[in-house]
């Protein structure tokens, strides 16, 4: 009997997963999409704005919540509906993406250290070998404000300090996910903590400022901005005398956002709260949430929705002051997000970590000149395809030791990409948030999360499969259940 078309690509899978430890997931160049260099008829090198948020979902609407979005991004460029990170969680998310290198190759797997966290990105050599650094070899000014890792902190802030940027105002810990307590240190200045300042008033008017200066300098530029929102807020220095207050709590919009979002609820997919268990290992011991848990997920949408738009807004200032300065249509802004989220799917607390699409699965729009206006592209695009990309953009060399490759983001570029995303985890899963059993006081969750995936996509199948390091498996046809529940 002939197999079904399917199984051929989770064979694939298998011969991947076994050879993933020591090589990335990477096609020849000749079955790549290159874009060219990009020079307008002039011949002037481009700018470049990344707006990166925290923890933002493609899988659960966040993005059908920010009009300005839509109005100056969306709708002005090109949605990769299928783009997904390596590695759900922060710290080595970023890395991948700033290096354009698989998180098993960055050797940066987990938020802090011994093996993750801005120390291990400096120790593993990664500090003098990232896109800041190749872009300013490329005749760019490079800023950044926000979050760049975790584990960078007013102690470690200056040694080193991140090698490759023009102008800077870092979030640091303890204050990064603190909303209204929030610590930021601009170029090599101490740091300072704004009490009772919400971060993304803050980083507003940081990214004005720099944006400022990157346009005043009159030479081609790459500006990163990097909100916290819509991740948890997180207390780490929590008051003496109440050491059991909970470390992440629900986000903290903006007061003027706060009332925002009446009734709206997670979305009732076949995989929120199910009936029957779904996932292995851990995920299909999880118990049904109670009605009093479902009510808090449901308060937890919310206030990631409202705080998501202090990002809107960021959105709406950037591209006015690109307008005012008339440089709006020689400059490609990118946005996306680390990871995704989820909130109740498959039985789940507030939380990433996992290989669903809700935690791997993460926003990507691009403008810019001579990117399609409102089109949708359906090639296989990830993180460690970012920095390529931007270097394309920039009208830079690519490096040898790439894992990722340029998106094709212009129409005239061959459309030839590879269909499958390499998706891989280490440690624990830590469940965020306060109630029914949530564990938000910052401790294990799930001791053993460790696992290998492969996500394939393709208009004639539509598969996931990973093998954990429990030696459980797992594969879903999302063609058939597109929950990955059934």
């Known amino acids: 009997m002939r197999p079904p078309a399917w199984i051929q690509p989770v064979l694939l899978a298998s011969c991947l997963l076994a050879q993933s430890t020591n090589a990335s997931f990477n096609y ?13 008829a002039a011949g002037g090198k481009k700018n470049i704005v990344f707006i990166l948020t925290d923890d933002q979902d493609a899988v659960l609407n966040s993005v059908s919540y ?9 709708d002005k460029g090109t949605s990769f509906v299928n783009h ?44 003098e070998n ?31 300090y991140p090698a490759g940027w023009t102008g800077t105002n870092f979030l640091l810990d303890p204050g990064t996910y603190d909303y209204l307590n929030p610590i930021y240190q601009h170029n090599q200045e101490p740091p300072v903590q704004h009490k009772g300042v919400h971060t993304s008033d803050l980083i507003s008017k940081y ?27 997180v207390n780490l220095r929590r008051q003496p005398g ?52 479902v009510s808090y997920l449901d308060d937890f949408y919310r206030a990631r929705l409202q705080a998501l738009q202090g990002v809107d807004e960021i959105v709406e200032q950037v591209t006015k002051q690109l307008e005012d300065a008339g440089i709006l249509d020689e400059t490609y802004i990118i946005y996306s997000s680390d990871n995704g989220y989820h909130l109740g799917q ?21 403008r810019g000149p001579g990117v399609s206006s409102g089109s949708i ?7 460690i395809d970012l920095a390529p990309t931007i270097l394309r953009l920039a009208g830079a060399d690519l490096r040898s030791d790439f894992d990722g490759t340029p998106i094709p983001v212009l129409p005239t570029q061959e459309n030839k990409r590879h269909e499958h995303v390499a998706v891989e985890y280490w440690g624990g899963a830590i469940a965020e948030g306060e109630i029914g059993g949530f564990d938000g006081k910052g401790q294990i969750f799930a001791q053993n999360n460790t696992y290998k995936g492969v996500r394939i996509v393709h208009e004639d199948y539509n598969l996931y499969y990973s093998a954990w390091c429990n030696n459980e498996h797992e594969l879903y046809d999302l063609k058939v259940c597109l929950s990955q529940c059934c």
Request: net charge negative.
């Open 28 to 40: 020849e160049p000749e079955d790549q999409a290159v874009l060219s260099p990009n020079n307008d």
């Open 66 to 74: 920010m009009p300005k979005l839509k109005e100056h991004i969306i």
């Open 84 to 127: 997904f990170t390596t590695t759900a969680i922060c710290c080595p998310s970023r890395v991948a993406l700033w290096t354009g290198k698989q998180p098993h190759n960055t050797n940066v797997t987990d938020v802090n250290p011994p093996y993750g966290g801005f120390p291990k990105f400096v120790s593993q050599g990664l500090n």
């Open 130 to 160: 990232y896109l800041p650094v190749w872009l300013k070899e490329a005749g760019y000014n490079t800023y950044y404000t926000g979050k760049l890792f975790n584990a960078h902190t007013i102690n470690n802030y200056n040694s080193p």
């Open 207 to 233: 990214a004005h400022e720099l944006l400022k200066e990157a346009i005043d300098a009159e030479n081609p530029f790459f500006v990163a901005i990097a909100p916290v929102a819509p991740h948890s807020n």
């Open 242 to 293: 109440n050491p059991s207050a909970p470390l992440m709590t629900i986000p903290i919009p903006l007061e003027r956002h706060s009332h925002l979002f009446e009734g709206v609820k997670v979305p009732r997919t076949e995989n929120f709260n199910p009936d029957s268990p779904s996932g292995v290992s851990w995920i299909h011991k999880l118990a049904q949430l109670n009605d009093s848990s």
């Open 346 to 366: 498959h039985r789940l607390p507030p939380g990433k970590e996992c290989g669903f699409d809700e935690d791997i699965r993460v926003p990507l729009f691009i």
């Open 377 to 383: 592209e359906n090639a296989v695009t990830t993180h």
